[in-house]
């Protein structure tokens, strides 16, 4: 005979996770902290790009998002070709057993239905769409909270992100035209709801404590290629964007300025050491932030920041710290405009470095009036991002407390 058992409400979050990215462990941070404040009795795990680095930072159990481990690598030999395939098929089985021990799945932020960095339809949206077709056929609510998205070129690509978007459960977008992408792309948003980027929920850090010591300016530097649908000049858009933002670093030090690059991502680490090399400054050092917290204090303590990133910016914003953004993305126009701050915008493609100076030099002239702005533009959108997390937990766990009575069991 069949009873009805209480059992902790367990929950998975899903994503490239752990992988080296700060803005994707940021948005898992911020769900990680709600969900602990919200639903302390939840039974909280990870299916994620690095499990090793989510388990040991944050302290939740995590499984490893793809079978083959050379999943981001490019097979060249038949060998390689051969163990990817197998693993899209090892893969369906073991996103279905992951899926179906939990009450909830969560996409927590992050641009997982974009493409404005190169990649390939059998990466991340062959696992996006397992996810969400598993979160259907055994009835697991899937999330797509606070997500970025954008017009998708690549055929193959735009049918995944499609589907994945159609079978979830719950989306949310963190800007209108990540709403409007998905529209175009034939998606019913009619229900769904724009709120804010999770980062904006994470504490701001404080400032420069210094009293009337300048502080540097950080530039955030990034390993840009151009998006997924400009392979074919990715060499020269990166050749033009280190030059452009290699000049302008360079601009700075001859003024005397000292100059802290940032990176987001791993991968941008080299990119700062061209930069360290061609410049040869003292001056120009390189911050070894291994955290999205990290990069927020580093912006905190700067007089004004330029980056590339659109985490980067996202952090010197919260933390109010005048802010030019280098946009290699229309996402990080609109989160200027949001934030008041649209005329400070900078084509990442063009790299101008004299142009980017005239602009660094206003930005630093209104300072003052700019950092009022932000301080109201950031309460707004913290204001925002809470009700994404009411809203969240109305549509998933509308009878839920901290604990959860299942289906029942033998």
Not at 42 to 58: F, H, N
Not at 73 to 99: E, M, N, P, Q, Y
Request: overall charge positive.
């Amino acid at each position: 005979m069949n009873s009805m058992r209480e059992k902790p409400l367990s929950i998975g979050v899903f994503g490239l996770l752990g992988a080296g990215n700060s803005g994707n462990d940021g948005s898992l941070e911020a769900v990680l902290d709600h969900l602990r404040a919200a639903r302390p009795g939840a039974v909280v795990d990870a299916m994620c790009g690095g499990p090793e680095i989510v388990a040991t930072r944050y302290g939740i159990p995590a499984t490893r998002l793809n079978w083959y481990r050379g999943e981001y690598r490019t097979a060249s030999r038949a060998s390689a070709i051969a163990a990817k395939g197998f693993g899209k098929l090892v893969d369906v089985v073991r996103t279905a057993a992951w899926v179906r021990r939990h009450d909830a799945v969560i996409v927590p932020g992050t641009g997982v239905l974009e493409t404005t960095l190169p990649l390939r339809p059998w990466g991340f949206p062959y696992s996006l769409f397992l996810l969400c077709a598993m979160g259907r056929l055994f009835r697991t609510p899937v999330a797509l909270v606070s997500v970025g998205a954008g017009p998708i070129g690549n055929r193959p690509t735009r049918i995944l992100t499609r589907w994945s978007t159609r079978l979830a459960a719950y989306r949310s977008y963190r800007d209108t035209q990540s709403r409007d992408a998905m529209r175009a792309m034939g998606v019913n948003t009619a229900r769904d709801e724009v709120y804010a980027d999770l980062v904006f929920a994470l504490p701001a850090p404080a400032g420069n404590e210094s009293a009337g010591m300048p502080g540097p300016v950080c530039v955030g530097v990034m390993d840009f290629h151009g998006s997924n649908d400009e392979r074919d000049r990715a060499e020269e858009i990166h050749r033009r964007y280190l030059d452009g933002t290699t000049r302008f670093v360079r601009a700075l030090v001859e003024e005397g300025r000292p100059v802290r690059l940032l990176t987001g991502d791993e991968l941008d680490r080299p990119v700062a050491a061209s930069i360290v090399d061609a410049v040869a400054s003292p001056l120009v050092t390189v911050a070894e932030a291994a955290s999205l917290a990290d990069l927020m204090k580093e912006t905190a303590c700067a007089d004004s920041v330029v980056a590339t990133r659109y985490h980067n910016i996202v952090c010197a914003l919260k933390a109010g710290t005048p802010t030019l953004a280098l946009s290699y993305s229309a996402k990080s126009d609109v989160l200027m405009a949001e934030m008041g701050m649209g005329t400070y915008c900078h084509p990442a493609r063009e790299a101008d470095a004299d142009r980017l100076l005239e602009q660094f030099r206003e930005l630093e002239r209104n300072a003052a009036r700019v950092r009022r702005t932000l301080v109201q533009r950031n309460l707004a959108v913290a204001r925002r991002v809470e009700q994404q997390f009411t809203d969240l937990a109305a549509a998933l766990f509308p009878a839920a407390g901290p604990t959860h009575a299942l289906r029942e069991t033998p």
